[in-house]
Nanobody
């Protein structure tokens, strides 16, 4: 059974850091594109960051550029999201996703491009 399990969410003060992890199991994900999405209350789910299978290319949504860093350790079948300088508007449920095939441009930000999803982890940033 393929599973993506996020962890590391919680409550943090504005300006602080938080590191999310996504552990994949059930098969090897080293060739898959991996991404983080988030969904705030009353809003649609949105792309946050993506990384290719090799880790050689990374993509970020404009609101998080310069503050968030996505990385992966294929030996551990795990992808990370380091979030720094957090803002109250970063409050959301964060989801990990995995997708097969070649990713480019708009495919990264389209949630139907992904084959597997985690259950989400809540991140709350207090002002």
């Amino acid at each position: 059974q393929v599973q993506l399990v996020e962890s590391g969410g919680g409550l943090v003060q504005a300006g602080g850091p938080l590191r999310l992890s996504c552990a994949a199991s059930g098969r090897t994900f080293s060739s898959d594109a991996m991404a983080w999405f988030r969904q705030a209350p009353g809003k649609e789910r949105e792309f946050v960051a993506g990384i290719t299978g090799s880790g050689g290319s990374k993509y970020y949504a404009d609101p998080v550029k310069g503050r968030f860093t996505i990385s992966r350790r294929n030996a551990k079948n795990t992808v990370y999201l380091q979030m720094n300088s957090l803002k109250p508007e970063d409050t959301a449920v964060y989801y990990c996703a995995a997708g097969q095939g070649v990713f480019w441009g708009i495919k990264w930000v389209t949630d139907t491009s992904y084959d597997y999803w985690g259950q989400g982890t809540q991140v709350t940033v207090s002002s």
